[in-house]
C-alpha cells in the first residue's frame, strides 16, 4: 500500500521531520510534497549557494528524485514571514524491507559517518572522522588514498559515491 505525505511543517523542525519519514519510521511513504524555507530547499538541492551538504547527501541518500516544484513568496501568507518559501517534491523513496534490520543498520552507519565527516565542513574529512586521534587519522589517510580521495578533500567535495566507499571499505578494515 503506497502513502502520500503533502504537508506545510513549520520551518524550525523541517530537519527532523524530514529525518523521521526517511530514516526512523516503520512505513515509508512513497512520495512527499512538502512546503518549507527557501534556503532549507536549496541546501537539500545542493543549489550553487550552499552545495553538497549534511543534509543534501542523507536526503539523497533516501530520494531517487527531489524536485523544485515552485517558490511561494512571502507576500502570499499572513502575516507574511520574513523568510521565502518552496515546495519540493520528494519521489521514490527507499523503502525499508519489513521485518529486517539490514537497512536501518546501513542507515545508522551512514548517518554516523557522515554526521562525523561534516563535523567541521571546512576542514579535512580524515581530520573531522578522527577527531583528534593521530593513529586514525594516519588510517583514514592510507583509507582515502586506496579510494582515490584527496586527504586534503572537505566534506563537500566527496559524492555521495566517495561517503558510500569510504563507510564500506572502513566497515572491512575494522
Given at each position: 500500500?503506497?502513502?502520500?505525505?503533502i504537508a506545510?511543517?513549520?520551518?524550525?523542525?523541517?530537519?527532523?521531520?524530514?529525518?523521521?519519514?526517511?530514516?526512523?519510521?516503520?512505513?515509508?511513504?512513497?512520495?512527499?510534497?512538502?512546503?518549507?524555507?527557501?534556503?532549507?530547499?536549496?541546501?537539500?538541492?545542493?543549489?550553487?549557494?550552499?552545495?553538497?551538504?549534511?543534509?543534501?547527501?542523507?536526503?539523497?541518500?533516501?530520494?531517487?528524485?527531489?524536485?523544485?516544484?515552485?517558490?511561494?513568496?512571502?507576500?502570499?501568507?499572513?502575516?507574511?514571514?520574513?523568510?521565502?518559501?518552496?515546495?519540493?517534491?520528494?519521489?521514490?523513496?527507499?523503502?525499508?524491507?519489513?521485518?529486517?534490520?539490514?537497512?536501518?543498520?546501513?542507515?545508522?552507519?551512514?548517518?554516523?559517518?557522515?554526521?562525523?565527516?561534516?563535523?567541521?565542513?571546512?576542514?579535512?574529512?580524515?581530520?573531522n572522522l578522527?577527531?583528534?586521534?593521530?593513529?586514525?587519522?594516519?588510517?583514514?589517510?592510507?583509507?582515502?588514498?586506496?579510494?582515490?580521495?584527496?586527504?586534503?578533500?572537505?566534506?563537500?567535495?566527496?559524492?555521495?559515491?566517495?561517503?558510500?566507499?569510504?563507510?564500506?571499505?572502513?566497515?572491512?578494515?575494522?
Open positions: 500500500r503506497e502513502s502520500v505525505v506545510n511543517i513549520p520551518y524550525y523542525i523541517t530537519s527532523p521531520i524530514l529525518f523521521r519519514f526517511f530514516f526512523y519510521l516503520y512505513f515509508t511513504p512513497s512520495e512527499m510534497v512538502i512546503l518549507m524555507q527557501k534556503e532549507v530547499g536549496d541546501k537539500i538541492r545542493e543549489t550553487k549557494e550552499f552545495g553538497r551538504s549534511y543534509f543534501s547527501l542523507t536526503c539523497k541518500r533516501k530520494c531517487s528524485s527531489i524536485k523544485e516544484c515552485f517558490k511561494v513568496a512571502a507576500g502570499n501568507f499572513f502575516p507574511p514571514p520574513k523568510v521565502e518559501s518552496t515546495v519540493l517534491h520528494f519521489s521514490n523513496i527507499l523503502k525499508k524491507n519489513p521485518g529486517s534490520n539490514t537497512q536501518s543498520g546501513a542507515d545508522d552507519r551512514f548517518l554516523s559517518v557522515i554526521s562525523k565527516g561534516f563535523a567541521h565542513p571546512r576542514k579535512f574529512v580524515v581530520s578522527a577527531q583528534g586521534n593521530s593513529v586514525q587519522k594516519n588510517l583514514y589517510i592510507e583509507l582515502f588514498k586506496e579510494l582515490g580521495i584527496s586527504e586534503q578533500a572537505r566534506p563537500a567535495e566527496l559524492s555521495m559515491e566517495d561517503w558510500e566507499r569510504v563507510i564500506e571499505k572502513n566497515l572491512k578494515n575494522t
